[in-house]
Nanobody
Framework: QVQLVESGGGSVQAGGSLRLSCAAS???????MAWFRQAPGREREGVAT???????DYADSVKGRFTISKDNVKNVLYLQMNSLKPEDTAMYYC?????????????????WGQGTQVTVSS
């Protein structure tokens, strides 16, 4: 098990940027790390994944705008979000699972943070 704590959410106008952080309680070098989001009335969806070998993947809706990365010294996962749109408004969660690969299914992950709210106004 690993404890995850997100931060960095907030309110921003369309076109702006935010950087989310997810602090892990232990080194994440054996974990797949991922960001998910859930907007009111909508299902949770995967945003970005980062394998233990640093392979990244993104949802089509955020490709070219969001970047997932991690600092292995600080045990922190990041999500840099640029060119934000109102449809990016959601609660954002980081997730982790011990595995070589990653999954886009939220049910596959056993470790979750509490979430951080991102609100983008037009």
């Amino acid at each position: 098990q690993v404890q995850l704590v997100e931060s960095g959410g907030g309110s921003v106008q369309a076109g702006g940027s935010l950087r989310l952080s997810c602090a892990a309680s232990r080194p994440s070098n054996k974990y797949c790390m991922a960001w998910f989001r859930q907007a009111p009335g909508r299902e949770r969806e995967g945003v970005a994944t980062l394998t233990r070998n640093d392979y990244t993947d993104y949802a089509d809706s955020v490709k070219g705008r969001f970047t997932i990365s991690k600092d292995n010294v600080k045990n922190v996962l990041y999500l840099q979000m640029n060119s934000l749109k109102p449809e990016d408004t959601a609660m954002y969660y980081c997730a982790a699972e011990v595995a070589f690969g990653c999954s886009w299914s939220g049910g596959w992950y056993s470790n979750w943070g509490q979430g951080t709210q991102v609100t983008v106004s037009s």
